[in-house]
């Protein structure tokens, strides 16, 4: 049994060697005051009292930094891939060569444009729709540009040089407004057309409508005044209405979505525009909610080019998500020409929301909101027999969830909401929000749970097994037992019983999820690890990675259990043994694989195969991606295995720097989110760790694995008393920590406590075209 004795004083290793007597009793210490700012303790220069100097705490700072995170043109991007992006969350505009024209394009799309015809499926019927373009026109021929996307602002800046003279210009996307503001030299002129686009489907690009498909009606033009208008008319209802004025050097752009009303949008886009504030004033609010934005966190790495693509997702993630707003489709806010126009549930959304819990940011989690406000629709997806208690969803859907889902037996999917229900939980156990626990985690689990035990069934083993279902999207006949689904009913069940005990319901189904849990059938194995269900063997390369859930990222199955490294590491390389059917996001999942196992070095490699120009389907240059279209989550996905080598806090332990290679002599990570809602600062010089701040905003349990090395371990509060600690049996050093209060960490003397930028080892250029 693990020792609850609380000790005071140093460790080394976790073994106490300076300690007061037992039971003496530490002074009471005040709580920090929030206002200090997460990261810095109480001043005083008495005592062991100790303050984190943050070279990071003034804008100056950041925008030095951020500048150097900066995409960069020195070449006219061509395709959506290759040039500056803008979004505010639904709004979004990429901006390249109008396709074999000599002039800007800014795409104009929006997060909430879809058809509203279920009948015609997710493909067709709910689909994203495309709303137009702008052209920024020039009078003379395009021949260099200069331009620059500041992440600190959050706009782009620069110039477009033609024979004629020069157009100088800045863009930003804020509260829904597109706004331009564009100055020609010269013989130049500005001039702007806005071009609509037909409302149908982007997967047109790969098949015909399905039968009985009816386009919908044209476009409509409206002038009021100096506010252009077009109005979209839509056949299932509803009706998305483009808004813009040009006024001096400045384009102003607000599109509208409404439904059922085919009135509403018309009227809400006309109202913005004819409201809408001057572009420095727009600038103003625009820059103030960017500049609250970053400070959050902070992680600097030495790899240049790595740490720049981490803070563009940021950016970018930023741009494309916001609470309340609209869940991320396959493409975000950028809608192109691709067979995926809609939500995809059975990987894409979930790897696309992972990147925001470390980084601090659940202020961008859509996907939470959108579960809570759809929870009829997941309701009405399963069939009419199981309404009363059970949810679902299928493989792809519109903004609200609208996908029936697939009876197991019947071999489709079964548990795509389950695994994003794992995505809200992490939501919750990184900020320990019970209310999202209790109205949204909780009763929508349960239902998806319910829905899975319907279908099991005992066999003559006295096990339960579940009919054939679709292990994502592996193409054999759907097998029974797939590793997938047990994967989640384990889960979902042990999640159900230690949360309804925290919730303090005495729920009727405890008995059954116990049963579950006891009676289900064994992970389907064979001499290369995990298979994907019962008889049916990871046989032929895949992209997805479903048949090993249960490693990751649920851990189910993971490297702290010594009886299943053997099982784990032999079903990771058959996975990436059988060659052909890879994709970005399978490494970017076997390099958070390998940051698991604490292999730094083999998880950077296979990270570093997204960024290889010779890999099949590479990053691209502004750090999106595609296949047959844009996919979102896979750079975002990226950026969460940066995050698991930097740090994990899966099974209640929260694990500094785990997975660093050993190239990175130097790193720095400052109020990194940790489950149990930890704030997490950490530095690392000459590739050791020199100290560890933790601060509690939940006053949940602290176990840490700090990786400190070279001397006794000294854990001081934020008033300088001693923390109480005590180690548990697998090394674990556990403190005491109460909600508002701070630990610091650190081995031998005490280091200079300070969070700066790293010095590049490894330079890297700029992304964009430099």
Known sequence: MTSRRAVLGSVVGGTVVAALPTGAEAAPTPALDTAQGAGLAADSAAGGRWKIRDTMNSDSAWAGFLRRQDLLWRKLPTLWYEGPFLGDGRL????????????????????????????????????????????????????????????????????????????????????????????????????????????????????????GYVANPPWTTRTTGDVEQVLQPLLGGGQTATAYRRAGDTLLLNVAHSYPSDTRAGETSLRKIQRAAPYSVLRKQHTRWWHAFYPKSFVSI?????????????????????????????????????????????????????????????????????????????????????????SGIGRSSDMFGNRSIDVPGSGGEAGNLTWALHNVWLSYRHSMDEALLRDTVYPLLRRTINYYVH???????????????????????????????????????????????????????????????????????????????????????????????MVYPLYLVNWEQPEQRELIEKSLVRWHALTGAHRGYSYTGAASMYAMMGRGEVALTYLKKFFDPSTRYPCQANTHYTEAGPVIETPLSASQSLHDMLCQSWGGVVRVFPAVPDSWADVTLHDFRAQGAFLVTAVRTGGVTRFVRVRSLAGEPLRLRHGLTGGPVTAVLDDGTPARTHAADDGTLVIELAKGREVLLYAGERPDLVIAPVTPSEPGEAWGLP
């Open 302 to 390: 030495p790899d240049e080019r790595l740490q720049s693509f981490h803070w563009i997702q940021l950016y970018k993630i930023a741009s494309a998500s916001r609470a309340g707003g609209p869940v991320m489709a396959t493409s975000g806010p950028w809608l192109e020409p691709t067979p995926w126009p809609a939500v995809w549930w059975n990987l894409n959304v979930q790897l696309e929301y992972w990147l925001i819990h470390g980084s601090n940011h659940l202020e961008l989690d859509s996907l939470a909101s959108t579960l809570r406000q759809n929870q009829e629709q997941l309701t009405t997806n399963v069939p009419a027999a199981y309404r009363s208690d059970s």
């Open 455 to 549: 279908f099991l069934q005992p066999g003559d083993d006295g096990k339960l097994h579940l009919p054939s279902t679709l292990s994502p999207e592996y193409p054999v006949v759907p097998p029974k037992d797939t590793n997938y689904d047990l994967a989640l009913i384990r889960w979902g069940c042990t999640t159900l019983l230690e949360e309804s005990a925290r919730l303090e319901i005495d729920d009727p189904l405890k008995q059954r999820w116990q049963e579950t849990l006891a009676k289900l059938t064994p992970y389907p194995v064979d001499d290369n690890g995990f298979m994907i269900g019962a008889d049916t063997p990871y046989a032929q390369s895949h992209r997805h990675y479903s048949h090993l859930l």
């Open 92 to 211: 979004g505009s990429m901006v390249y060569q109008e396709p074999g024209a000599n002039s800007i394009r800014f795409t104009v799309q929006h997060g909430e444009v879809q058809d509203h015809r279920p009948e015609f499926g997710s493909g067709w019927g709910t689909a994203r729709l495309p709303v137009g373009h702008l052209t920024l026109d020039p009078v003379g021929t395009i021949g260099a540009v200069d331009w620059r996307l500041s992440l600190w602002n959050a706009e782009l800046t620069g110039t477009i040089t033609t024979d004629k003279g020069t157009l100088t210009l800045s863009a930003l996307i804020h509260d829904g407004i597109l706004a331009a503001r564009v100055t020609a030299d010269g013989d130049e002129e500005v001039r702007w057309t806005f071009h609509p686009e037909e409302a149908i489907s982007p997967r047109k690009i790969q098949e015909a409508p399905p039968a």
